[in-house]
């Protein structure tokens, strides 16, 4: 934090553009733009690119992007200097991740994972097995019923941290610390986490995680995602996507594959640009504010609309945790009507989203939301259940993307 | 094309934004900024992200971005409607096809390639070949040679058209004939033909094809790539990159994977929707204008450039093909010299590139690129080369990126 902080809401609310009429609750699927972020990019696409076109790669620092951005999101998420790469997007990033880990365990064949784990994080798992071909298989526990599972034979255990649907939040430090007494290397996704609540990859001993910045860290649609190698692996990690921006000499134009050193090697393709110029602006407003604050507002803020809606509604069940330490920052109910209910809601401006199969989703994002919106959004809530206006057939059923 | 068209360089040029002092040959490497892309991008972020929030993925199309924009490409390299996809990076487009095509030869082991493919291309088939671990190796040819390797032990033929240092062209509809003849499958690599040339997928019977779109296509550093699957094979191709947006139903959030149908499939995560803003801006020239247009004055313009060097720089030794039919649309010479010549070329505003060991590259990219720059662009290498301005030791040695 080069520059004076920023204190959660009170300074940073007016760094976001929100349109008048919305209370936005689904920064934990998009974030918010933050306000520099189109100069920026307008900079460097006339300014970088326009004119200084290819030059631009070392001019304007295109080349080392990756690098330099990476370093200020390890602050985020307690990393080490030099251990986060960008690039791809998190399902690519989770593969890269679990091919490496797999390679470290090869005589073990079963990744543990549990069913709340977001579904592309399955879905590259299985690919990635099926690559294989060596008989490996996917475990899926129930959330709870993970720690039971942890043995000798589990090769990787793959979560994520905060489940996307009921914001239940896994024990970071003690589940990578139980693996690790057993052998097994750890993939954390941190998809619900980076920018959620403080995370501490070097004090619980993390082996490889990954993250995507479209959520919290608000830099846009498909921004590019993040990888973090523990740097007591970087340097033996198998690079699975082995692509020339990871190699050792990449301007060497050599005909055979030889890795960089470090995190580098996971670099596959050209860098996109534009849209980590976007994150960088927004990182300007993460570098200046201080984690801790925005979990005690968030655990604040989630703690307010629990008690809110459960006392307006009480036909919404909540599915998240109540303890702080258990949960992430979002707040989410099941309730039978919930796909029209919030399509109701969106009509009325309060953005939330759905999760099927009943999960009405709340995100708590302190940067841009306070208690006045968290209640106004529980008044909404309470006129759209008790109105039974998720019963009218005309609301019509169309679903978000995560 | 559903506007008038526009004649190329006398309509195209004042669409490009290219800095005074600069005749730019580059643009095989990243092509010059179309004048719309800034307002559209801005759009983008302030009216969709910004206002629309969430909603834009339904509201404005960012869902089917990636197929919507492929429509457009698959005009450009003559692939059948709904056949090409977009995301990613050239790198992991060139892997799934790669890893797909495999999939289709189950029996055979070896990816034949040449020593002119692009370094990327071989990295990635060599990190997949390891994951497959199943006994594959990849074989290069020298590229004049690889007609001859053909045989029916060959799994895979996986080349790209132009090679990215002499601007070789290999015939793309003899070599995939003979390939299919032995029941090879191929994988094309059209990184400097799409947007270069016209391009004839379906008429060439293609497998699998990939290109990236920063270079001759202008959308930007780091632009997403596209995807080719034949529709033939769309149904059966596995996807390895198995992400949850390839997924038949990606919001039923199911804990299995079930591919979607077609080119769908090959989507991996989040597109990277600010970048793809980019390419549509970009295209919307490209819609306008006729591909056989922007040959013609390729090769004219590339005749000139050989004319003028040849007979002002005698040391300087062709390395691209003279025939027509054999080239790509860049102009390459070898010279010893070159590293500096070229440091020297660019501190006096001609931007070409350097590929190791020795060639100097100049890219033709009639939309921005007439008579007129290609002789001032000869008469600096002459004064460079003459004046033995590449002995100059205080030229400082950087390297641009492809």
Request: charged share 10%; hydrophobic share 50%.
């Given at each position: 934090m080069t520059e004076t902080r920023l204190r959660v809401y009170d300074d940073t609310r007016a760094l976001f553009h929100l349109p008048p009429d919305v209370i936005y609750l689904d920064g934990n699927s998009l974030g918010a733009l933050p306000l520099g972020v189109a100069e920026r990019v307008v900079h460097v696409i006339k300014s970088e690119w326009g004119d200084e076109l290819i030059r631009a790669w070392n001019t304007a620092g295109w080349y080392v992007q990756p690098r330099r951005v990476g370093g200020r999101i390890a602050r985020l998420i307690g990393a080490e200097v030099g251990s986060v790469m960008m690039g791809d997007t998190l399902s690519l990033k989770v593969y890269q991740a679990l091919a490496a880990a797999l390679d470290m365990n090869p005589g073990r064949k079963v990744v543990l994972s549990d069913t709340g784990n977001f579904p592309t994080d399955l879905y590259m798992a299985e690919g990635l097995i099926a690559t294989l071909g060596r008989g490996h298989r996917l475990q899926l526990a129930a959330p709870e019923d993970v720690e039971a599972h942890l043995s000798d034979e589990i090769a990787v255990l793959y979560l994520t941290e905060v489940d996307y649907r009921t914001g239940r939040r896994h024990?970071?430090?003690?589940?990578?610390?139980?693996?690790?007494?057993?052998?097994?290397?750890?993939?954390?996704?941190?998809?619900?986490?980076?920018?959620?609540?403080?995370?501490?990859?070097?004090?619980?001993?993390?082996?490889?995680?990954?993250?995507?910045?479209?959520?919290?860290?608000?830099?846009?649609?498909?921004?590019?995602?993040?990888?973090?190698?523990?740097p007591r692996h970087a340097d033996r990690a198998r690079a699975a996507l082995s692509g020339w921006m990871g190699h050792a000499k990449p301007f060497a134009f050599d005909l055979g594959y030889a890795p960089a050193g470090g995190v580098e090697r996971m670099r596959v393709g050209t860098p996109p640009v534009l849209a980590m110029a976007a994150l960088e602006a927004s990182l300007d407003i993460w570098d200046r504010v201080d984690l801790r604050e925005v979990r005690a507002r968030s655990l604040a803020l989630g703690d307010l609309l629990i008690a809110e809606v459960e006392r307006r509604c009480p036909s919404l069940k909540l599915v998240t945790p109540r303890a702080h330490d258990q949960r992430g920052s979002q707040v989410s109910f099941a309730f039978a009507g919930g796909y029209a209910a919030m399509q109701a809601l969106i009509a009325r401006g309060v953005i939330g989203d759905f999760r099927a199969p009943d999960i009405m989703r709340f995100g708590i994002t302190p940067l841009y939301i306070g208690e006045a919106e968290i209640i106004r959004a529980a008044e909404s809530i309470e006129e759209v259940i008790s109105g039974e206006v998720w019963r009218l057939p005309e609301y019509q059923v169309v679903n978000a993307v995560t």
């Open positions: 024990d970071m430090a003690d589940l990578t610390a139980k693996a690790h007494g057993l052998g097994i290397v750890t993939v954390w996704d941190l998809a619900h986490s980076a920018g959620a609540l403080p995370v501490d990859l070097s004090g619980v001993g993390a082996d490889f995680a990954a993250g995507c910045t479209y959520k919290y860290l608000n830099a846009g649609p498909g921004a590019p995602a993040f990888l973090y190698v523990a």
